[in-house]
């Protein structure tokens, strides 16, 4: 059975959903023919030329970090990053991202770095929506426009539930007003008050698409001045956001689990470090993948006594410290993603089966080449000097 990169694409969309990346990211499909037929699948975190060498002709390249992301406006050949897309494409190779969607996702990135660190997880750490949100839109119009006014706010992106479009919803009512001199009512007249059968209609539009639906109501809509509502929607639970919590078997102390977050993640110049009482005893551990000092607020109110993740930073380190007693452990970024490599090949081993070779990438793409390694380094409480 031959696999086409739109296979592939299906089944990634569907494990890592385009929809929870973040409104700042760039994710899926940087280059390649939707329907080509692909030889084998290569996954790594990082598009760099050393990965690029590494995947066969007629192969995907299945990314985690974006190659094209902030500022770019050229992909000429003479470019570092706008050589790699030549290459690729000049030899019938595609590139495909998931990043913050692979984040956001159950299971994702920090799924996979806490089935890696021996962890059972027991809930999401930061479930806050992403930019991608909906609205839910009411307008009050004379029942004999109304359907007028449905088909342009449709037109403009509302209505659209799963793979059903033209969803709407309405109930009959009265409508009253009274128009003031200045006014040019269209229906009823200066100084009388006018009552009119009107519909309720009620549809969901995507929160981007809020001044194309106003336009096109405004539109529609018979009235001078239409009246109408726009309430954001809450997503409801869905077991996605960013970082995970989970339970270790047993606890132990955190130098032990220092030394077990050193073990399961491959080695690195950046090592492991950690923040906090060796003696301290752990058996709840917040992670997240990548970045995460931006989640401190969430760890601290998390009910774990440690946390895992990458790039943290002096000052935001500092205060997390002089405020709450969860121990920090910093990993390279790199190292911290890299499970997650293992999880999107079983992804799309477990869809195609072996009509597509799929294989993880064991270049280190990590950036620092020098350092001490395997060094892990944990303050006592003693060593911290306000």
Not at 241 to 247: A, D, E, I, P, S
Not at 354 to 369: A, H, K, Y
Request: aromatic share 6%; net charge negative; hydrophobic share 40%.
């Amino acid at each position: 059975m031959s696999v086409r990169l739109a296979d592939v694409i299906e089944a990634l969309d569907e494990a890592y959903p385009p929809g929870l990346a973040e409104s700042w990211d760039s994710v899926g499909l940087v280059c390649g023919d939707p329907a080509d037929v692909l030889d084998s699948v290569t996954v790594a975190i990082d598009a760099t030329e050393a990965v690029v060498d590494e995947v066969p002709e007629g192969g995907l390249l299945l990314a985690h970090h974006p190659l094209l992301l902030r500022g770019v406006d050229t992909v000429a050949a003479s470019t570092p990053k706008g050589s790699l897309i030549h290459r690729l494409i000049r030899t019938g190779r595609s590139l495909f991202t998931a990043h913050t969607n692979a984040d956001s996702a159950t299971p994702g990135v920090s799924d996979a770095l806490a089935e890696a660190l021996g962890l059972r997880v027991e809930a999401v750490l930061d479930t806050t929506p992403s930019a991608a949100t909906l609205d839910k839109w009411v307008i009050y119009v004379p029942q004999q426009q109304s359907e007028a006014v449905r088909e342009a706010v449709f037109a403009a992106g509302a209505g659209q539930i799963g793979d059903y479009s033209h969803c709407s919803w309405s109930v009959a009512g009265i409508g009253q007003f009274l128009p003031h001199d200045g006014a040019s009512p269209a229906i009823g007249s200066v100084g009388t008050v006018e009552q009119v059968p009107e519909d309720r209609v009620e549809v969901i539009a995507p929160a981007r698409a809020r001044g194309e639906v106003l336009a096109a109501m405004r539109s529609a809509h018979p009235y001078e001045e239409p009246a109408f509502d726009i309430f954001a929607l809450a997503p409801p639970p869905a077991g996605t956001g960013l970082g995970r919590v989970g339970r270790l078997a047993q606890p132990e102390t955190l130098g032990e689990f220092v030394s077990r977050v050193n073990t399961a993640l491959p080695p690195t110049s950046w090592g492991v470090r950690a923040a906090g009482d060796p003696d301290l005893p752990v058996s709840r551990v917040a992670v997240c993948g990548g970045a995460g000092d931006s989640l401190l607020s969430a760890v601290a109110g998390a009910d774990v006594q440690a946390y895992v993740t990458a790039d943290l930073r002096h000052h935001p380190a500092d205060e997390h410290r002089r405020s709450s007693q969860v121990a920090l452990i910093d990993v390279a970024h790199w190292a911290s993603e890299f499970p997650w490599c293992a999880q999107a090949a079983e992804v799309l081993r477990s869809r195609f089966g072996t009509s597509l070779p799929v294989r993880v990438s064991t270049l280190r793409t990590d950036p620092w080449n020098l350092g001490t390694g395997e060094r892990v380094l944990i303050t006592r409480p003693g060593d911290h000097q306000s």
